[in-house]
């Protein structure tokens, strides 16, 4: 059993900043992608960031440059430092990653909750 919770989310004025972070726990053996997306009401997922376990990273072009995804191998986590904020960030934002609970597990796709983002003033 894998599980994702977010945490770091809350009321920013536009301009601010917030870390949000993303902890794996359970069985886990490997974890090869891990991902940030957002959803706002009445639109649709968004991918925001991905760091691959190569770490390399990948951004949606709304947030480049002012978002920054790291991840931490050996606690398995996943931040995301986002600054610049804007009111058209507000989303819940979710965790997701690719994980393979043992060796010969070609692995699955698994979500945290999601944590509220608001940015306004």
């Known amino acids: 059993q894998v599980q994702l919770v977010e945490s770091g989310g809350g009321l920013v004025q536009p301009g601010g900043s917030l870390r949000l972070s993303c902890k794996a726990s359970?069985?886990?053996?490997?974890?090869?992608?891990m991902s940030w997306y957002r959803q706002a009401p009445g639109k649709q997922r968004e991918l925001v960031a991905t760091?691959?376990?190569?770490?390399?990273?990948n951004y949606a072009d709304s947030v480049k440059g002012r978002f920054t995804i790291s991840r931490d191998n050996a606690k398995n986590t996943v931040d995301l430092q986002m600054n610049s904020l804007k009111p058209e960030d507000t989303a819940v934002y979710s965790c997701?990653?690719?994980?393979?609970?043992?060796?010969?597990?070609?692995?699955?796709?698994?979500w945290g909750q999601g944590t509220q983002v608001t940015v306004s003033s």
């Open positions: 760091i691959h376990d190569s770490s390399s990273t």
């Open positions: 997701g990653a690719w994980i393979s609970s043992f060796r010969s597990d070609p692995g699955r796709d698994y």
């Open positions: 359970g069985t886990i053996f490997s974890i090869n992608y």
